[in-house]
């Protein structure tokens, strides 16, 4: 049995979809079972970091667990996981990260993965911790402007960054689940280039055979996108705020080998994503 957490989200829903279609059991961990929305044969229990009772009974019986915190200071979602995996007697546990995590000049996102990544490495079980660089569906939010015509937002400047395709990380995640052979291992996982906003705006633009603008964000406009269109909290909107000057300055121009070195073949290109997802910006 394969325990996932955050098993509705972007990264999490793919593991599930990816693990049950190999036809391993999956359990799916959400604090809402009712509203989850699950392949057929995957079971669905509750479970809440405030809850620790209901994390040990959803861990019970599981050889292996995706740990996935959401993005913030608040780190307790990841140890108190750990804790019940080890309660349960869990083999194998991998933990999703954040690339840039603990390098001081990230800023405070820098650190908001350093306690849950500890609390993997001293659980005393098989540990693997992935670190993905930004992810090329962040890009899904320029959706409506694409439809109107206006410009994207830009938050990043001409800044690169190792854009992955989240799928690849989510294949990554489950091949580690299920094959084990990454004890120990810390991957940055990132696509086969590293592009940037604008970068992604012309590939984007290619893919639909329109133009697309893109139009750079002052600090504070960046902190307004973050709350009002990202749906951040003040603590999360300022530590990404301090992230994106990092991206901007070049701090984030990562590629690595690491997803072929897993998967076997190249990571998809954030082309290959948006081919993929081209009806997301035509509405059709």
């Known amino acids: 049995m394969i325990l996932v957490t955050g098993a509705t989200g972007t990264i999490g829903s793919e593991v599930v979809r990816q693990l049950t279609a190999r036809g391993d059991k999956v359990r799916a961990l959400t604090r809402d079972p009712a509203k989850a929305r699950v392949p057929s044969g995957v079971e669905v229990v509750r479970g809440d970091y405030l809850d620790p009772a209901s994390l040990e009974g ?3 019986g599981v050889t292996a667990a995706f740990l996935l915190g959401a993005p913030g200071p608040d780190s307790r979602h990841d ?3 750990v804790a019940a995996a080890g309660v349960a007697g869990v083999h194998r546990l991998v933990k999703l990260s954040a690339i840039g995590t603990g390098d001081p ?8 993965h350093v306690p849950g990544e500890q609390a993997v490495r001293d659980s005393g079980t098989e540990w693997t911790i992935l670190r993905p660089s930004s992810f090329a569906s962040n890009t899904l939010s320029w959706a409506p402007a694409v439809r ?24 990554v995640a489950a091949r580690i689940l299920v094959d084990g052979g990454h004890a120990g291992r810390t991957y940055t996982l990132t696509g086969p280039e590293a592009i940037s906003v604008p970068g992604q705006a012309t590939v984007l633009a ?9 139009r750079d964000l002052s600090p504070e406009e960046t902190r307004d996108h973050l709350l009002t269109v990202w749906g951040f909290d003040d603590d999360q909107a300022e530590g990404i705020l301090a992230g994106t000057a990092f991206v901007r300055g070049g701090g984030n121009a990562v590629v ?29």
């Open 105 to 112: 000049d990230v800023g405070p996102s820098g650190e908001w």
């Open 79 to 81: 140890q108190a996981l």
């Open 58 to 60: 959803a861990m019970a």
């Open 148 to 171: 109107q015509g206006e410009p994207v937002p830009n938050m990043t400047g001409d800044g690169l960054s190792g854009v992955i395709d989240p799928r690849d990380v989510s294949e």
């Open 206 to 214: 290619s893919v639909l055979g329109r133009a697309i603008a893109t």
């Open 256 to 284: 690595t080998e690491d997803v072929p070195q897993v998967l076997g073949r190249p990571a998809r290109s954030y082309r290959e994503w948006a081919l993929d997802h081209r009806a997301a910006f035509t509405g059709e």
